[in-house]
């Protein structure tokens, strides 16, 4: 991937020189005196759907910290809704989602933008403090709407209505040293691999000087969804809203095989230490480190995921590298993640079909997707903006005949958008009531330390499934209830 796209390096620019630097919850506003505009023109798509005669002025929320090609689409919006003033908000935050600063603007009785931009913070967290504005009164007879799988648009509905919508989608992968694996004369994986397969290639990887894998014991949380056909991550179903911790357990005992066999994992050899140096630096040459070995070009694969596609592109490693899906249990049954968009209850008579139409344009409409589709090709890549690259939600023929014809959608991506709608929920923290609160205390820290030989989890699983599956139904009835408060006294469309 590296030969493929070393185009795209010198596009590289963070979002935080766009719109300056300040303390948390600070708001800045984004520039777009430098982004080529001419994308708008060329994509020559006018959406029958869309009411490009809507006025109004729809303030959106930005967060600093999740780079994007947001200033691009703003420049299209605008050149196609020319009615409509559109006030972006960049905010300062040290984390991936809006939690912290719209709880800030709360608090302080300050107003909410109408519309928060690529977003992954918990939404039932912000049903339940009556933020979102519901969706599905905007999306009826809407066919576009249609071509987002369904798959992909439930986990954001609640009691039948609609309450966000997916601007993109991620995955869980393998990063490979493609070089490292030609040396040593290996097979590259392919797209559709198992479990057995991924044994056999991390173990025909290892020898004396390089290891398999850089690291098992973190992937506890994934790890059990991609083992099964029937949960999605930490053993959580999402059809019976409950937690089956045999999955989990599965994992647990892979790992500890795999730590078994010298070297194949590359950080258990940091455990092993003698004169104060770790049988880690001792094989690889380099200090224990997250991703240190593989970073050298010791190790064969590591763990990542799609998001992080731009901090690989920037350590521009000494070797030639590609993303490869992970080992699945059923071919085709990849883990998805969703980074999603909503409006706030913060809209009004006045504007909430201008901050609908933004919404629409951003998330699922062929014109946006078209337009921000080309800010990638050849024609319209420039140093003036942040690129990484984004997989569509929307199934549209046009929009995907554009999306494969871009330098940076190699076959492994062209496998994940094409098995999206048969994947599985890979960030339920983001949709389901309280799981981010079960997840690691509950049910991740007992599987890492047994990973990591503090015990056996067979001797806590099931106080813990039963721990689990307790809280994470009180989540739900708390949620319900708020919801049901929210829905009747809700003044907007319904």
């Not at 759907?49 to 929320?61: E, I, L």
């Not at 603007?105 to 339940?128: E, V």
């Not at 173990?203 to 398999?212: R, V």
Request: proline share 4%.
């Amino acid at each position: 991937m590296k030969k493929l796209i070393s185009m795209l390096l010198s596009a590289v620019m963070l979002l935080t020189v766009l719109s300056g630097c300040g303390g948390g919850g600070e708001e800045k506003t984004g520039s777009d005196n430098n982004i080529d505009s001419s994308v708008a023109e060329d994509t020559g798509v006018r959406d029958e759907a869309a009411d490009y005669d809507v006025k109004g002025t729809v303030s959106v929320g930005i967060n600093s910290y999740r780079n994007s090609d947001f200033e691009m689409l703003f420049n299209t919006f605008k050149s196609l809704y020319p009615n409509v003033t559109v006030e972006p908000i960049v905010f300062e935050s040290s984390t991936d989602d809006a939690t912290a600063y719209l709880t800030s603007q709360a608090m302080a009785g300050r107003p909410l933008p109408d519309i928060i931009f690529d977003d992954a913070g918990s939404l039932p967290t912000y049903i339940q403090n009556g933020w979102v504005y519901p969706l599905s009164s905007f999306i009826e007879g809407d066919s576009d709407f249609e071509k987002i799988p369904k798959n992909i648009t439930d986990p954001f509905t609640y009691g039948g209505r609609l309450y966000a919508l997916p601007q993109t989608l991620h995955s869980n992968m393998l990063l490979v040293n493609t070089d490292l694996v030609e040396e040593l004369n290996v097979d590259l994986p392919e797209y559709d691999w198992n479990w057995d397969d991924f044994t056999a290639f991390i173990k025909a990887c290892t020898n004396s000087e390089y290891s398999g894998v850089e690291d098992l014991s973190d992937q506890y949380n994934w790890g059990p969804g991609a083992m099964s056909d029937d949960c999605t991550i930490i053993g959580y179903n999402y059809e019976s809203e409950s937690y089956d911790l045999t999955t989990v357990q599965t994992y647990v005992n892979y790992v500890l095989d795999i730590k078994k066999i010298n070297g194949v994992e590359a950080t258990s050899l940091k455990q092993n230490a003698s004169s104060g140096v770790s049988d880690y630096e001792k094989k690889f040459g380099v200090a224990p480190g997250t991703d240190a070995a593989f970073i050298a070009g010791k190790v064969a694969g590591t763990f990542t995921g799609t998001w992080r596609y731009a901090y690989w592109m920037q350590q521009d490693l000494p070797f030639n590298w590609e993303m490869y899906p992970i080992p699945q249990s059923s071919p085709g049954r990849i883990p998805f993640h969703i980074d999603y968009c909503w409006m706030t209850t913060n809209v009004t008579e006045d504007n909430a079909d201008a901050a609908w139409e933004f919404l629409r344009f951003v998330t699922y409409s062929k014109t946006g997707n078209l337009a921000r589709l080309s800010s990638y090709d050849e024609d319209h890549i420039t140093s003036d903006m942040y690129n990484t690259y984004y997989i569509p939600c929307t199934t549209d023929e046009d929009v995907m005949e554009k999306f494969e014809s871009l330098p940076y959608v190699t076959e492994t991506v062209l496998y994940l958008s094409d098995n999206f709608s048969n994947g599985y929920l890979g960030d339920p923290e983001k949709s389901v009531p309280g799981f981010e609160s079960v997840e690691y205390s509950i049910i991740g820290k007992p599987a890492y330390e047994s990973i990591n030989g503090m015990y056996d989890f067979s001797s806590r699983m099931a106080d813990a499934q039963s721990r689990a599956n307790a809280e994470i139904k009180e989540y739900k009835k708390n949620f319900e209830t708020a919801l049901a408060k929210f829905e009747s006294e809700f003044t907007g469309r319904k």
